[in-house]
């Protein structure tokens, strides 16, 4: 069966829970959506709150302070937030991840060439066995036994030797805080549980599927997944140029015309980042414009399904604006819903400012 780029669309913003807002808790959207990016603190309060009903930055906030979601260096190497069941469990499939970066890493790799890696890690887990560090004392107490080498290098070494987690108050609404780590092991409660590289697929499958081979590798960041999914029971299409789409039996996909309302997706949006091939969500033309030579992916707009444009709230001393920039001009009644939308985030993230909203001309 061949899938329509609209039925694609379709299908990734159900899964996404972006076609209509949900009745779940935090804790089960988390899951559902197999974590959230999260090299910033806050958006995955933004992400949050377009999917779900009632969300409240608390709702997040406690669940890392009670050590039930975590903050850490996950798929393709860059932080993400996920359940702590999750963080346990796929830490160690996406260590080849972290191996290839200690290799490739054009800071960092020619100053730990020749470190006994083993060493490294024992004297970190002892220091952290003590109270956790933040970058800054993790360097200065690993530059004291190798006096020789970089100590962020040293520290850079050891977020991709062990599973660190970002621990409270960093990631907490309404809290400053620079980046303190501990072991996962340590932290989080309840034990390792066992997971395969299986699992991680069909986990990618249920949040982000249909998709190809090379998209499960573009969000997870590892190789040879081919080998993984060719053994496994999947359901095939194929996308409308020829490529074979691969999901889970027991998904079902809306049909293609299934309204899209417009929506405002938070900075570092998974459906951005988790595809080989984005033109499902977004023109290669948009995405230079929205992802900066840096990494800093903006928050955008859907309207029809795909993003048109991106959004901002500018701040100054009493005033919060909301400023959208469309891409090309919006359909009269996608420009009111959006900017209905932006007073509502804004009455939501600055409660006590004085609040603006401003659109762009295209």
């Known amino acids: ?5 609209r039925a ?33 603190p806050v958006p995955p309060y933004y992400a949050l709150w377009t999917r779900l009903h009632g969300f409240r930055p608390e709702n997040l906030a406690k669940l890392l302070l009670d050590r039930e979601v975590a903050r850490l260096v996950l798929m393709r ?19 080849p991840v972290l ?23 024992v004297e970190a ?29 040293l520290t850079h070494l050891v977020r991709c030797l062990l599973p660190l987690v970002q621990i409270p108050p960093r990631g907490v609404w309404g809290r400053a805080g620079q980046p303190t780590y501990q072991v996962a092991e340590s932290w989080l409660a309840g034990t ?3 997971s395969s590289l299986d699992q991680l697929v069909r986990r990618y499958l249920k949040a982000f599927g249909p998709a190809t081979i090379a998209d499960a590798q573009a969000w ?27 999901d889970l039996p027991e998904s079902t996909l809306p049909g293609e015309d299934v309204p899209a309302p417009p929506r405002l997706l ?17 023109s290669d033309e948009h995405r230079k414009r929205v992802i900066s030579q840096n990494g800093i992916v903006k928050g955008t707009v859907l309207a029809g399904g795909y993003v048109q444009g991106y959004w901002e709230v500018e701040t100054a001393r009493e005033r919060a604006t909301f400023v959208l920039t469309p891409f090309e001009r919006l359909p009269k009644r996608d420009a009111a819903a959006l900017e209905s939308a932006g007073r509502r985030l804004l009455k939501w993230a600055e409660p006590a400012a004085e609040h603006d909203v401003r659109l762009k001309p295209a």
């Open 220 to 246: 997870s960041g590892l190789t040879k997944l081919d080998e993984v999914i060719e053994r496994m029971d999947l359901r095939t299409y194929l996308d409308e140029a020829g490529r074979t789409l691969y």
């Open 266 to 282: 938070a900075p570092f949006e998974q459906p951005i980042l988790s595809y080989a091939d984005r033109t499902r969500v977004i």
């Open 125 to 153: 887990r002892a220091l952290l066995a003590q109270r956790p560090h933040t970058s800054g004392q993790l360097a200065a107490a690993l530059a004291q036994r190798w006096p020789d080498r970089s100590g962020r290098a």
């Open 8 to 40: 694609l669309n379709r299908a990734t913003l159900d899964r996404q829970l972006l076609l209509r807002r949900v009745n779940l808790s935090v804790l089960e959207a988390v899951e559902h959506l197999a974590g959230l990016q999260a090299q910033a």
């Open 99 to 121: 191996d290839r970066g200690l290799k490739t890493n054009a800071r960092h790799a020619a100053l730990v060439a020749g470190l006994d890696h083993g060493a490294v890690a």
């Open 1 to 5: 069966m061949k899938l329509s780029q």
């Open 192 to 194: 390792s549980a066992v």
């Open 77 to 95: 190497g860059t932080v993400h937030l996920v359940t702590s069941a999750d963080a346990l469990a796929w830490r160690p499939l996406v260590q």
